[in-house]
């Protein structure tokens, strides 16, 4: 392999935006712009690459270079290539060096260059910072030193609508059987009802919300929260949903939020009668749009160790002034207009972080609560730690030094004060940092905050490694103290079939 210090190459760096809202199937690809690489005889190019897999490794993104059928230049052309993956911290993850004679029409590179659980799940929050895939691939001629180097970069935004609503529904001592509660979400775009909302009761006083799409959407990401009189957002459910094959789905609430459940405690669920359901919803709008953004050649052309870009520079200047500014506030609390006491200790605070943080501490402040008239927040169920680790977080956006057990306890935190990136960011670490020993702990964890996202990626890896967990004190443990989960997880495999 060349040294990048001393020899010329090209270096082409695509952004796929929204990338977990792929929609190829096993065998479906996405193509980059086309290149053309003006010091490899004006050659054509492109990176494919495949989301869900392809034959020969369903498991893995795939990743290929090509050259394209009406490419200029030589009949042949030996290129030697390195593909990179960037991280959230600007690191280049190499996939592997590769090389190949080219001819047009021709792909070579990497069948199983990540695992598709490693990349969507376990390391989700390195590899797709922003949900944005950073791919690079540097390329060289094996035979000839390149007369300079080049560089293009090249952009892809998958099609992707958002939607966040609260939906109210009145009167649901009445609510019964033959009715029901309907919630149009409408694609911006199109001006055009994308997926309508039936929300009724169905067998057993079951609650059922059934999603009936008015096209094909091939990703449909819902969460379905409760807003409690307390101004607590209970996750309902978390799902995700493929609209091509059927247009109608039904989601059933859990047990424990069935119609006589809720009533049994309708001043926490229903106050004044009313269910108050907080609904996100993001979804796939159209197919990618693609551009190159700039190619550039000669002595100013940065190197593969210089991979930030100027603007993304200055953005993180300005990201670290601002977060600095924060950080004093929290150390030195000037103005601060309210306090967070646990059993043991007191932290000072300022309303309009907490707020703009946090829905649970936004409802507290504008409301007619005792933490409005104390001037005071009592957390008594969170140790010290806990409550510093989440309050520095909600000011800087910043995790301190986590281990296992400071993670886990403040996922919980996180959950309960409806801090949804502080949520998914420990959710990050305590699937980085899985093992054999802990998936236990970590799967009550999940269950009991009903993410379901996370108890379905536990769940199969328990299963992957069920000979060392299912013969360890840790799962005697879980069958004595949940067997109900326990056996659902052993189940879990025949469930998703």
């Keep these: 392999m060349m040294s990048s210090d001393t020899e010329n190459y090209f270096m082409f760096t695509w952004h796929i935006e929204n990338f977990s809202f792929s929609w190829q199937n096993k065998n479906e690809n996405m193509k980059s712009p086309s290149f053309i690489v003006e010091t490899m005889d004006k050659s054509k190019w492109c990176l494919i690459i495949y989301p869900a897999g392809c034959q020969i490794a369903e498991d893995y993104v795939s990743i290929y270079l090509g050259r394209l059928g009406d490419s200029k230049g030589p009949s042949d052309i030996e290129i030697e290539f390195e593909l990179y993956l960037s991280t959230d911290s600007g690191r280049l993850i190499s996939m592997g060096v590769s090389n190949g004679i080219f001819q047009n029409g021709v792909l070579v590179g990497f069948g199983e260059c990540l695992e598709k659980e490693e990349l969507f799940h376990l390391k989700r929050a390195s590899f797709l910072p922003q949900d944005t895939l950073t791919v690079t691939c540097k390329m060289w001629k094996s035979t000839e030193h390149l007369k300079q ?129 907080r609904c996100e919803c993001a979804f796939t709008t159209e197919s990618a749009a693609s551009e190159i953004e700039s190619t550039l050649y000669g002595c100013n052309t940065p190197s593969i160790e210089d991979e930030n870009l100027p603007e993304n520079a200055k953005k993180l200047m300005l990201s670290n002034t601002l977060k600095e500014n924060l950080k004093s506030w929290f150390r030195k609390p000037l103005f601060s207009d309210t306090e967070v006491k646990t059993q043991t200790n007191t932290f000072p605070a300022h309303k309009i972080i907490l707020s703009a943080r946090s829905p649970v501490f936004k409802a507290m402040f504008t409301k007619e609560m005792r933490e409005t008239i104390d001037k005071c927040v009592h957390i008594d169920d969170f140790c010290d730690d806990t409550v510093q680790r989440m309050l520095f977080y909600m000011y800087t956006d910043e995790l301190q030094d986590l281990e296992w057990d400071s993670a886990c306890d403040l996922y919980a935190a996180a959950d309960k004060y409806a801090i949804l990136s502080l949520k998914e960011e420990c959710s990050s670490f305590l699937k980085a940092n899985l093992s054999p020993s802990n998936a236990c702990e970590a799967l009550v964890l999940a269950d009991r905050h009903s993410d379901f996202g996370f108890k379905r990626i536990l769940q199969k890896f328990i299963l992957r490694k069920k000979k060392l967990i299912m013969n360890s004190k840790a799962w005697e443990q879980l069958l004595e103290s949940h067997m109900k989960l326990a056996a659902d997880t052993m189940t879990f495999k025949f469930k998703e079939r």
């Design 149 to 277: 180097r080049g560089r293009c970069v090249a952009r892809t935004r998958i099609g992707v609508e958002r939607s966040s609503f609260v939906w109210a529904v009145e009167r649901f001592s009445s609510f019964g059987s033959d009715e029901k509660n309907t919630y149009e979400i409408v694609a911006t775009k199109e001006n055009e009802i994308a997926v309508s909302l039936n929300l009724f009761e169905a067998a057993e006083e079951l609650i059922c919300l059934e999603f009936t799409a008015a096209k094909e959407i091939p990703v449909f990401r819902f969460r379905l929260f409760i807003l409690c009189a307390a101004g607590d957002a209970e996750l309902v459910s978390e799902k995700e949903y493929n609209f091509m094959d059927s247009r109608v789905i039904k989601l059933y609430f859990p047990f424990h939020l069935a119609k006589k459940e809720m009533f049994a405690r309708k001043e926490f669920y229903l106050p004044n009668d009313v269910l108050t359901l």
